[in-house]
């Protein structure tokens, strides 16, 4: 493999996102939105302002499942499939690159952009803050800007692999749509409603691992143990063990939901 080859493919990429606004437009989504729940997320109890690091990561925590695996997956969908459609992918296979390289470096040149749109919005809301966070707090806040970004490479690698496998465009837009349903609305719902049918008979052992099969909870359950008081905010505190919640441990399978759906596009690219 060129790591040259590799590296041209996405610095383009990632310029592109850079001059078509993208990446400042995202990270003024995340900065909005992050300091609208800093500020204002206890309004409803009577209280604006900063409450604490533990009560701003657990909303965002709710805020990233729904807004980074969209994006993600909005972002990469046609990464293949939309050069094929403008018939530039052929162009593309006709130079000294091989598929592998081609696929790694659209998908790292997205990933760059996503990363740095990530850290760049959630990072400004740490320097505003900065006078509100002492040393433990600011760690345990990079710790999540760090979690964020590796939940949307999750599901930037599976929007590629998406890519891949889709016939055209629509196919593969409607695809994307219908992994963020599931991942970040159905399979929670799937879970639960097993274990309240079998009367949490069955499964009920087996739950904590189950959780392992959806980068978005992974994401959640890795953010839900970093703080003592973020734990009691979710009941899924109550059924996964400590042991399994290891921050490497977690880091670990998320990096393995980032590598597999590569794999399999790659697979599938070459043939």
Known sequence: MEFTQVWSIAAKEFRDRIRNRWVL??????TAF????AYFGGAQQGTVGFRSIEFTIASLVSLVIYLVPLIALM??????????????????LSMPITRFELLLGKYLGLAGALAASTVAGFGLVAMLLAAELDGSALFHYVGFMASSVLLGMAFLSLAVMVSVFAADRTRASGLAIALWFFFVLVFDLLLLGALVVTGGSYGGEAFPYLLLLNPADVFRVLNMFSLAEVRTLYGLATVFPEALASPALLASVMAGWIVAPLAVATWRFRR
């Open 75 to 92: 972002l990469g969908f046609d990464a293949i499939v939309g050069e094929r459609e403008r018939g530039s992918l052929d162009l593309l």
């Open 34 to 37: 992050a300091l609208v729940i």
């Open 25 to 30: 437009a995202v990270a003024l989504v995340f």
